[in-house]
Structure formats: C-alpha cells, structure tokens
C-alpha cells in the first residue's frame, strides 16, 4: 500500500523559509507525475508545483521564483523549499503521487505564515 508522509510545515514570518517533505512507500520511480497543492481556509485546493518524469517542473504563478520542487530519489522523498513567504501562503500543503492508474495524497501539513 503506497503511503506518504509530509512535514516541514510550521509557523514563520513574512520573508522566511520552510522546507516541505514528502516521503513515499514506495520508490518514487513509480511515480509518472509528483505536485504539491495547497488549501487555505475557505479556498479550493490548489496546484503549487508539479515534476513529470520527463524532468519538466510547472509551478503557479504565485508562487513562481520563490518555490523550488526537488526530490532525493534514494530517500523516495520530494521536497518544496519554499522562500520569502508571505502570509497567504497560509495553508495545508498537500503532496500528490500518480501513476497512470493511481493517486495518492499525503495527509497535509500546516504552513502558517504571520508576524
């Protein structure tokens, strides 16, 4: 059974920095597509980042030049370094494993941004 466990999450200021993991079951080469959502209070989730197996990483405009996806394929683990937050970042942080038949979701982390 494919499990994955996030954490990282926190409280920080405005302008600081948290990294984000993901840790699978499995071996991440099992994966064709690896994202990372988010979902603030009262909003829908969604889309932060996304890695297909081509090597090709999108990321929302939002968060664009401040989030960085990476993964560590030996600890089947991915990453988002997130950078210069800013309060609404505020939100559970999700990540997201697919093959062509499957998905799977973490359980989230907290990440609150606020002075």
């Known amino acids: 059974q494919v499990q994955l466990v996030e954490s990282g999450g926190g409280l920080v200021q405005p302008g600081g920095s948290l990294r984000l993991s993901c840790a699978t079951s499995?071996?991440?080469?099992?994966?064709?597509?690896m994202a990372w959502y988010r979902q603030a209070p009262g909003k829908q989730r969604e889309l932060v980042a996304t890695?297909?197996?081509?090597?090709?990483?999108n990321y929302a405009a939002s968060v664009k030049d401040r989030f960085t996806f990476s993964k560590n394929n030996a600890k089947n683990t991915v990453y988002l370094q997130m950078n210069s937050l800013k309060p609404e970042d505020t939100a559970v942080y999700y990540c997201?494993?697919?093959?062509?038949?499957?998905?799977?979701w973490g359980q989230g982390t907290q990440v609150t941004v606020s002075s």
């Open positions: 890695f297909t197996t081509g090597g090709t990483t």
């Open positions: 499995v071996s991440i080469f099992s994966f064709a597509t």
């Open positions: 997201k494993m697919a093959t062509f038949l499957q998905e799977y």
